[in-house]
């Protein structure tokens, strides 16, 4: 078996289709956290997203649909993390892994109760693919950027924008007051509360694409406990990016590539498959593990609690 | 000239206090108008409760005649009041002008204009009279460098009246001295200050007029030619104070600690130690003089076992204890009360009596056995204490979150002084606490002094050191600058303080 | 602010607890009214197959079993100010080991037998815990995602084990079932409750014993919940995180020796329906007090035992379970919430 096996260009362009969840994810935790909540349950919003979408692209035929309500459970379910943490104080750490046990009961039951089974739905109109034609007349990376799923496109918009955002923006520059000094955004009269709910809302809807593109593009139906983790993957991938956009990414595309290649590790019936499984997650503790007190994150996770 | 601002009958309460009792407050136009009072007199509240930050119970706010409702720290700048605290608020990884503008950035289109910001911002500088480099990162200024920036945040947003709580606890007395200077030229350009201090050579320095204020209500207002320090004392504290305490006996000759040539790094924001020299004799209080920030804290990890050195040692009643841990030293009697107790001293979440216990709750008689709580002894234990110290609590029960400064305080040093101390190492002891807890602990230290043991006495007040140490030394960025005794003049503190060496100072 | 643990039992207040189980109950039934079933059948079906006779307790009782241990292992961590949310990993971990034990060690009196397996699960589960407290305690890794981790490597790490070097013949994945010396014995039979409950229950008044009565849980405790201070007075903060972990992974890896030894007589493949994360919401339910999580884990295991009649009789899927639980833990964790909106207090 020769090295090439495992390392061409099918892998590298799996690898950019599996960084695509993880840098939705990624960035919508950076954001949360970015505000000052550290948002757990990225894993049962992508969940949650991931099965809404396929629900409404079955029932309308639409997968334009199905993406839209695929955003739509991500403002929801971030609208109850952002009222519990921001506005009822509650422990966001809890609050997230309720979600996440929420988002495998609800899309479980919900599953059964549509389809008469809990594994797995049925079938539907997947997310259409973008085809650049002048893509093609590069060597090397054209094909590797090109036909993606528009949702691979739009997470390097995403990532880019959210650079620009944070960093060059007044709402960025307020939004990262708001985590760092919450104090100081205050007196300068930012409303600190309505910051917060705003991100972690929009930093969930972002998680919740991450959802989408597991369900609608990358497959097209519903699997029970379709995200296999990747909500945690994508909070490492976040530290490891050092809560920067571009960071994310990058940290993303690493994290993919585990995963590119536990795929086709498994389609080359050289390990058993549980053990192919497990990489992902090995190599993400061995990647936090590297990370010896480098990581500083951009706020202290407290309520904001006005005098 | 009309007032520009007044307050009639201004009352706020909190549970449990009275923090403002119909206040009638009068500021004229251009003036630099002192507010003085001690801890709890009700100073910042005032000046809160004008800032938006709180809302008033009762009674009214006028603007230049006209009544007016200030609901938050917006509104309050919209009618050109702003105010610099005492804790700055600013992101240290923000640059300087982010910090400014930021809530009111200047865009271009989206963005943020940068150019044109830092235009505008160089021309707010020079007719402020102020100097600071826009572009710096604010994380790596001097605090008094940050203040500034402070201030310009509020000159940004059109203050007309400016309120300064206590914004000289953090400054050297030379920046103390530029602080000054510029309210002098914002008084020039035609802006109101309202100084709060409880200093009174920087009210006399500085202020037209002063108004006294004591337990939430107003004493009086003087313009400053007619005031004395006695009388503006007197008004404060509502008796006479004594300015000087008892001194108690003579240091014996014993050594108890020696610090010889210590050094550390600094890492992780810490401040550096360097050529650390000294000791400390039974029977006596070694004051740590400076300005905070200065090496204080790292100072008393170092003796408390926290940190290591890098270079040198410390000998504790001959003994070399230089890489011992806190426990080790602990048992070896040495004590420590630190400086900020809520996060450090106590913990909030725990009972008094379990407060009283920890670092001991593993030996015997406080566990039978091996593992287990003898509960008969804790009790026994923390009732007596709690008569010993004098702790104000509903019982050994309570949560100690729930106890004042001052009693929290008594828990610590109940905890602290139990078991054979021969050193206690007490970092700020008094900041934060009412009158009588401050008197209290003050004579607790002299009392430890006069029983044979030794403290090290770190403070930021100076007038503390000065009454109670036999002997003080001067922090400096991490480097004893140099030693003197409480009876030097002040200005020679203050020249060590701001890093003159003892050579410059006494030649 | 009074969002503390209440350490006085005088001032015990359960109030919001209980409104925030009965809202919980509330939504799930808006939830079965929407989704076209009724919620009346539904919960009758549920509280008969947790409470309606003695096969139906046993059968509670059975599902509360590894619950408690579970909520035990998080709580102790928890309290040292760690979030160990794998203890699903450390459950299995110990399971495995437990099983293995039970299997290939003969010869052994039956008492012996058990002990022997249910430490060496203890064991195993406290090794699983030690790398996650190892990477936080030296290397500052959070313990959210390392635990989180380490669960689904043990999640697939047991599901090859028991799907290939230590399958039993046939179809289903499964180890050779124990030996009869390491069956933990019925103590309610026909039902499938087993010593495993007394067991847990000991551990609660073991794990109470040790953080209120014992130097150890005080120093734990105090880490947890301001390790500055514990530092200052000399506590070991690593030691005791550390110690915390291991405790934890004990329990947890006990709780999993239990449930194999005591209900399924072998190591079968996803035979854990998550009991650690229902660990977790009965930890929190429970105040984070040994005591609590018993009743909390009572009420847990009723979900679970009456989920299963509720699924059977009425066709609701037996996930109802986990959204219930899910509302629980979040509203549980808002005091505030309760208070402000359901109660209309304005001071809190």
Not at chain 2, 324 to 333: T, V
Not at chain 3, 51 to 69: D, E, K, M, V, Y
Request: with cysteine.
């Amino acid at each position: 078996m020769e090295i090439g096996a495992l390392f061409n260009l099918s892998i590298l362009q799996a690898t950019i289709r599996m960084a695509t969840p993880l840098t939705f994810a990624a960035l919508g935790g950076m954001f949360c956290e970015r505000v000052g909540v550290i948002n757990i349950g990225l894993e049962g919003i992508m969940l949650n997203s991931a099965f809404w979408a396929v629900v409404a692209a079955y029932f309308s035929g639409s997968s334009g649909i199905g993406f839209l309500v695929g955003v739509l459970s991500g403002m929801a379910l971030g609208a109850i993390l952002a009222l519990f943490t921001v506005k009822y104080y509650a422990d966001q750490i809890v609050i997230g892994t309720g979600i996440n046990i929420f988002g495998l009961g609800c899309s479980a039951f919900m599953c059964q109760k549509i389809w008469g089974s809990r594994g797995a739905s049925e079938a539907v109109a997947g997310l259409p693919s973008l085809s650049i034609s002048f893509l093609d007349r590069i060597p090397y990376l054209g094909p590797l950027l090109n036909n993606h799923s528009i949702l691979v496109y739009l997470s390097f918009l995403a990532f880019i924008f959210a650079h620009y955002f944070l960093f060059y923006t007044p709402w960025g520059l307020r939004l990262r007051a708001v985590g760092e000094n919450p104090q100081s955004a205050d007196t300068a009269g930012i409303n600190v509360h309505r910051y917060k709910m705003i991100f972690v809302i929009l930093g969930s809807t972002l998680a919740g694409l991450g959802g989408v593109f597991l369900s609608l593009a990358h497959l097209n139906f519903f699997a029970w406990g379709m995200t296999n983790g990747r909500g945690f993957i994508a909070l490492a991938a976040m530290i490891f990016g050092k809560w920067t956009p571009i960071g994310c990414f990058l940290a993303s595309l690493l994290f993919g590539f585990a995963d590119a290649l536990q795929m086709r590790i498994q389609t080359l019936g050289i390990l058993p498959p549980q053990i192919i499984l497990l990489l992902p997650y090995l190599i993400t503790i061995l990647v936090l593990a590297g990370l010896v007190g480098k990581a500083t994150p951009p706020s202290d996770y407290k309520p904001y609690i006005k005098k | 000239m009309p007032e520009i601002l007044q307050t009639i009958g201004l009352t706020k309460s909190f549970p449990g206090v009275l923090a403002n009792d119909h206040i009638d407050l009068e500021i004229e136009e251009g003036e630099i108008h002192g507010l003085l009072g001690e801890n709890g007199a009700g100073k910042s509240v005032l000046m809160s409760t004008i800032y938006g930050l709180y809302r008033p119970d009762e009674g009214k706010i006028l603007i230049r005649g006209k009544e007016v409702v200030i609901d938050s720290p917006h509104t309050a700048i919209k009618y050109g009041i702003g105010m610099v605290h005492q804790n700055l608020t600013l992101v240290s990884s923000f640059r300087v002008w982010e910090n400014i503008v930021l809530g009111k950035e200047i865009k271009k289109t989206l963005s943020l204009d940068e150019r044109e910001t830092l235009r505008k911002l160089e021309k707010l500088l020079t007719v402020a009279n102020l100097e600071i480099d826009l572009r710096a990162k604010t994380g790596e200024l001097s605090l008094g460098s940050q203040q500034r920036i402070e201030i310009l945040k509020i000159l940004y947003r059109g203050a007309e009246i400016l309120i300064f709580d206590e914004p000289t606890t953090i400054l050297t007395p030379q920046e103390v001295d530029q602080l000054i200077n510029t309210f002098r030229s914002l008084k020039k350009e035609g802006k109101t200050i309202i100084f709060i201090s409880h200093k009174l050579r920087e009210i006399f320095a500085v202020c037209d007029r002063v108004t006294v204020l004591r337990k939430g209500r107003k004493v009086g207002t003087l313009p400053i030619e007619e005031a004395t320090p006695e009388k503006l004392a007197e008004m404060m504290v509502g008796r006479k104070v004594l300015f000087s305490l008892p001194r108690g006996r003579e240091p014996g000759e014993e050594i108890i600690l020696k610090l010889e040539d210590i050094a550390t790094s600094g890492e992780k924001k810490k401040v550096a130690l360097q050529d650390i020299n000294f000791t400390l004799h039974t029977g006596e209080i070694l004051g740590i003089a400076g300005v905070e920030g200065n090496g204080q804290k790292e100072l008393a990890e170092l003796m408390v076992g926290l940190i290591k050195p890098q270079k040198g040692r410390i000998f504790f009643q001959g003994e070399d204890i230089t890489f011992f841990s806190p426990k080790e030293r602990i048992k070896r009697g040495i004590a420590h009360i630190p400086e900020d107790r809520l996060r450090r001293g106590v913990i909030g979440d725990f009972t008094v009596w379990e407060n009283l216990i920890i670092g001991f709750e593993d030996q015997p008689p406080f566990v039978k056995g091996r593992f287990t709580f003898n509960h008969s002894f804790l009790k026994q234990f923390s009732s007596q204490k709690i008569e010993e110290f004098e702790i104000d609590a509903p019982g050994e029960d309570a949560l100690v979150k729930n106890l004042s400064g001052g009693n929290q305080q008594k828990v610590v040093l109940a905890r602290e002084l139990s078991g054979n101390v021969v050193l206690l190492v007490a970092s700020q002891p008094t900041r934060g606490l009412d009158i009588a807890a401050t008197e209290y602990l003050r004579n607790k230290l002299l009392e430890i002094k006069n029983q044979g043991k030794g403290v090290i006495l770190i403070s930021a007040d100076l007038d503390e050191i000065r009454s109670l140490s036999d002997r003080v030394l001067v922090l400096y960025e991490g480097k004893i600058m140099g030693e003197l005794s409480p009876e030097s003049d002040e200005y020679q503190f203050g020249l060590l303080m701001g890093g003159k060496s003892i050579d410059e100072v006494l030649a | 602010m009074k969002f503390s643990l209440k350490k006085s039992p005088s001032r015990f207040s359960i109030l919001p607890e209980i409104i925030a189980i009965l809202l919980a109950f509330f939504i799930g039934a808006l939830l079965l009214l929407f989704s076209g079933y009724s919620p009346l059948v539904a919960f009758s079906a549920l509280f008969r197959g947790a409470f309606g006779s003695r096969n139906a307790w046993g059968q509670t009782l059975t599902q509360a079993t590894p619950i408690l241990f579970t909520a035990l292992a998080f709580l102790l961590t928890f309290r040292a100010g760690i979030f160990n949310i794998g203890v699903e990993g450390q459950f299995l971990m110990g399971a495995m080991a437990s099983a293995l034990a039970g299997v290939y060690f003969s010869g052994l009196p039956a008492p012996l037998h058990i002990t022997l397996s249910l430490l060496l699960g203890g064991a195993m589960g406290a090794l699983w815990g030690l790398i996650p407290a190892l990477l936080k305690v030296y290397l500052g890794a959070h313990e959210v995602i390392t635990t989180m981790m380490m669960s689904y490597i043990a999640s697939y790490l047991t599901s090859y084990l028991v799907n290939y070097p230590f399958k039993a013949p046939g179809w289903v994945a499964q180890t050779e079932p124990v030996a009869q010396t390491a069956l933990l014995p019925k103590i309610l039979p026909p039902t499938q409750l087993s010593l495993s409950f007394i067991i847990s229950l000991f551990l609660a008044l073991l794990v109470s014993f040790f953080l209120f009565h014992t130097y150890l849980g005080f120093q734990i405790r105090a880490v947890g919940l301001n390790p500055e201070v514990a530092e200052n007075r000399g506590i070991a903060i690593k030691n005791r995180q550390i110690l915390a972990f291991l405790l934890s992974g004990l329990i947890a890896g006990i709780g999993g020796g239990g449930e194999i030894l005591g209900v399924h007589g072998r190591f079968v493949d996803g035979f854990s329906p998550g009991y650690g994360w229902d660990g977790i919401a009965v930890s929190l339910v429970g105040k984070l007090h040994p005591g609590g999580c018993v009743l909390a884990s009572i009420l847990f295991g009723m979900l679970r035992a009456g989920g299963m009649t509720m699924t059977r009789v009425t066709k609701v899927p037996l996930d109802l379970s986990l959204i219930i639980q899910a509302l629980v833990i979040i509203l549980v964790s808002a005091p505030y919430f309760i208070k402000a909106v359901i109660l209309r207090k304005r001071d809190f």
